[in-house]
């Protein structure tokens, strides 16, 4: 577990859970390595057994250019990523990743609340077109027009 990171696991196996899990504003520490800028931070990850951990995380934000030559100038890129992770009512499910949450809930359901023929259809759509173009996004990061883009993909082929 990570430094400071005491009493923040939680399980979303089987059931969603109803209560955000605990958070605090962050700033980020923002460096530069080589020619890109990075930020690093604390974010909740979900670990393979369906337990959810605070982790340290380092994501590459910018290259290092004439636009974004200081550390200031990288900062309206920083905040805006870190929008997600500071909003506070992020619920546990969120740091679960797309196939996850289809995998582990929805797919359940479908398999209780639907007919045979309807969810073996949902879990032939979702192994042959939807799940291998989703990869490791996470659930909060999942927008409408990513769905969209998602289908205009399939369609394609």
Known sequence: MAPGAR?????????LAAAPMPNRHQSGYVFRRGTWWYVRFY???????GRIVRRQVCR????HCDRYRCRRDV???VEEMLKQVNAGGCLPESVLTVSQFIE???????????RASTSKGYRDIWRFHVKGR????????????????????IARE
Request: hydrophobic share 35%.
């Open 75 to 77: 900062m309206p890129l």
């Open 43 to 49: 974010d909740n990850v979900a670990k393979a057994e």
């Open 134 to 153: 989703l990869g490791a996004l996470r659930l909060r990061d999942f927008r409408p027009v990513d769905g969209e883009r998602l289908i205009h993909d």
């Open 104 to 114: 582990d809930h929805y797919l359940k359901y479908a398999d209780r609340e639907k």
């Open 60 to 63: 590459q934000i910018a290259p």
């Open 7 to 15: 009493g923040t696991e939680l399980d979303v196996r089987g059931t």
